[in-house]
């Protein structure tokens, strides 16, 4: 008598996804769309910012490595009374200041002016975002250049004329920062008008033609009307500009690097500093780690602003 066996069916992957429902596979779809892009986010973005924070936790040198060990937040409080680290964050905090605002105002100027749906607008608006099609470290290097008062086309006259520091704009630490910010207001402005110009078109026409049929002069019309649906738009190119000018590193490393003394010194590059100068690795990271504090505050506000305003305009 022969004995027969039983086996068990062997596990079929896909007759098990031809049992799923149809929202389960499409479920499945999308996370595996979704994966790549996961696991990139991981390994750029969290793994570094989990690394960061462990390094900022102990007292790391490359150059002594073996005398590794845990300090908790010794490298935080050490920042607190470190004289260098407040001019580093004064200058960033008046760098970004400086940047935004102005960035802002010619922006808003530029966007009115550009407005009117025009050929002669559009061929304006292509030429004036050529800036923002350079990176900023060809930009530091490019007004660099320029404004050296050795040989640089515009530095030089400068010079010459007692307009500038017989060294130059960058080695004056009366000049130097507020040249940073020209350079930075220079390459980001087409941006920020770029921003506002698409706001100012998204206005509803009929509200604006209703305020010029009314008698209400082209002051009022921007004041009481334009200005405040343009808020939303105006606080996204706010938050932008602030995050990005909060973290500004290239144009200062490549023309001033941090000088003259400590006068351009930001959060940025004295972590660099401190990092790749001094091996400094736990500090370092103390420090990109305020830094990236700050930049979430920051981003935080203007997005809670952002908000609020949108949904009063939508209200109206």
């Not at 690394?51 to 010794?74: H, V």
């Not at 009481?224 to 105006?234: A, D, E, F, N, Q």
């Not at 973290?247 to 001033?256: E, G, H, L, P």
Request: with cysteine.
């Amino acid at each position: 008598m022969a004995l027969s066996t039983s086996t068990a069916p062997s596990a079929n992957p896909f007759a098990v996804f031809g049992s799923l429902t149809f929202t389960q596979r499409r479920k499945l779809f999308l996370a595996a769309l979704a994966m790549p892009a996961l696991i990139y986010v991981l390994l750029l973005g969290v793994y570094p910012l989990v690394k960061g924070i462990w390094y900022s936790l102990y007292d790391y040198n490359l150059i002594k490595p073996a005398r590794t060990q845990f300090i908790g937040i010794d490298n935080y409080r050490e920042l607190f009374i470190d004289s260098d680290m407040r001019q580093a964050l004064l200058n960033t905090v008046v760098f970004t200041l400086g940047s935004v605002f102005f960035e802002l105002v010619l922006g808003f100027v530029i966007a009115l002016a550009l407005w009117r749906d025009e050929l002669f607008n559009r061929i304006c608006l292509t030429l004036i975002l050529i800036p923002v099609t350079i990176t900023p470290l060809v930009v530091g290097l490019i007004f660099k250049g320029l404004l050296l008062a050795d040989y640089g086309l515009v530095g030089y006259y400068l010079a010459q004329w007692g307009i500038s520091d017989p060294r130059g704009l960058f080695a004056s630490p009366d000049t130097a920062l507020a040249t940073l910010i020209f350079i930075d207001v220079w390459e980001w402005t087409p941006l920020v008008a770029l921003i506002l110009l698409a706001g100012l078109k998204a206005l509803p026409t009929d509200i604006l033609e209703a305020a010029s049929v009314d008698g209400a002069n082209p002051l009022r019309v921007f004041r009481s009307i334009t200005l405040p649906l343009m808020l939303p738009s105006v606080l996204l190119a706010l938050t932008i500009r602030s995050i990005d000018a909060f973290r500004v590193f290239d144009s200062v490393f490549v023309t001033t690097g941090g000088g003259p003394g400590n006068a351009t010194n930001t959060l940025m590059v004295y972590a660099v500093k401190e990092g790749l100068s001094f091996f400094n690795i736990g500090k370092a990271s103390a420090i990109a780690n305020v830094s990236l504090l700050c930049t979430a505050m920051i981003a935080a506000g203007l997005i809670f602003l952002i908000r609020h305003y949108d949904k009063k305009a939508s209200i109206r």
